[in-house]
Antibody, heavy 120, light 110 residues
């Protein structure tokens, strides 16, 4: 069974930093691309980042570019999101989500999410 | 990376059919046949319903179907059931491994 478990969320002041982790199990992690998708309270879904299966290719949404850094450790079956210079508008549930980008494009499994609150 | 446009809400009675539209641009929905749809019940995780415009993952009932014409994709739910009441999000590939989501549509089963 595919499982994605996020951790690291919490309350942080504007301008602060936070590092999210996502532990994967139930599939060959090193064979899959991964994404972070967030959802502000009462709002819709917003794609945040993409990382290729070997970590060599990375893309970000314009809203986080230059502030967020995604990485992965295939030996630990984990991906990470380092979030710096946090703003109130970054407040959201952050989902770790498995991607599939071969002859098809889809995000097929999602974690339960971790809440990040940016407030003074 | 502007969000795709969905109606804020739709409604239907049990047994009826409803269609949710999702309008993008010639750079996302209109260019790629990689539109997916997600169902999200309150407080729950999004669930993949449709991918690649009209394909269903195993386990998703055939009451859910997808289509696309030009820059607009659609999700049709036939034989509405009470448990279909949820938020629905469309998503399109937008190139360079980026994804763009719609603002979401709240489906009410009357």
């Amino acid at each position: 069974e595919v499982q994605l478990v996020e951790s690291g969320g919490g309350l942080v002041q504007p301008g602060g930093s936070l590092r999210l982790s996502c532990a994967a199990s139930g599939f060959t992690f090193s064979s899959y691309e991964m994404n972070w998708v967030r959802q502000a309270p009462g709002k819709g879904l917003e794609w945040v980042s993409y990382i290729s299966s070997d970590g060599s290719t990375i893309y970000y949404a314009d809203s986080v570019k230059g502030r967020f850094t995604v990485s992965r450790d295939n030996a630990k079956n984990s991906q990470y999101l380092q979030m710096n210079s946090l703003r109130a508008e970054d407040t959201a549930v952050y989902y770790c989500a498995r991607g599939y980008y071969r002859d098809s494009v889809r995000v097929d499994y999602w974690g339960q999410g971790t809440l990040v609150t940016v407030s003074s | 990376q502007s969000a795709l446009t969905q109606p804020r809400s739709v409604s239907g009675s049990p047994g009826q059919s409803v269609t949710i539209s999702c309008t993008g641009t010639s750079s996302d929905v209109g260019y790629y046949n990689y539109v997916s749809w997600y169902q999200q019940h309150p407080g729950k995780v999004p669930k993949l319903l449709i991918y690649d415009v009209s394909k269903r993952p195993s386990g998703v009932p055939d009451r859910f179907s997808g289509s696309k014409s030009g820059n607009t994709a659609s999700l049709t739910i036939s034989g509405l059931q009470a448990e279909d009441e949820a938020d629905y999000y469309c998503c399109s590939y937008a190139g360079a491994y980026s994804l763009v989501f719609g603002g979401g549509t709240k489906l009410t089963v009357l």
